[in-house]
């Protein structure tokens, strides 16, 4: 007779067989949900302010990148990053998306406040969308 059939043949021996495997469980399940409710969901869900959740890193967002900014600074200033960045090629990434959303915004905004100009304006073809 092997040791494991010795084991599980008497029940009192079983039962502490089982307890690392249960404990085992019950860890995995836990961090597996902690886990989750640190990353979702992203935004509020339930009633502002106290009944209802959001993960605590989407909710703390906004804290973890000042604190990370923070850091950055001990590292680096902000001029010594600015005196190696190209101005052209920093242009080049954010013109695209500069002009995206300045179209998404006067798309949202003209026709709110001037109305009677907006809808008198002639249509031109997007650049954006060519």
């Keep these: 007779m092997t040791d494991i059939d010795l084991l599980v043949s008497q ?3 079983f039962y502490y067989l089982a307890i690392p495997l249960i404990s085992g469980l019950v860890g995995l399940i836990t961090n597996y949900i902690g886990i989750k409710m640190m990353f979702y969901p992203h935004e509020f869900v339930g009633v502002k302010p106290f009944l ?3 993960g605590i890193i989407p909710a703390r967002a906004s804290k973890f ?6 850091q950055v600074e001990k590292i680096i200033s902000v001029s010594d990053i600015l005196n190696r ?3 052209q090629d920093l242009l080049n ?3 695209p998306e500069a002009k995206k959303t300045i179209e998404q915004i006067v798309d949202k905004i ?3 406040n001037f109305h009677i100009l907006w809808e008198n304006a002639p249509l031109f073809p997007s650049p954006i969308h060519n």
């Design 85 to 87: 960045v190209e101005a």
């Design 11 to 13: 029940s009192e021996h």
């Design 93 to 95: 990434i954010l013109e």
């Design 110 to 112: 003209a026709p709110e």
């Design 52 to 54: 209802g959740w959001q």
């Design 65 to 70: 990148a000042r604190l990370q900014i923070q």
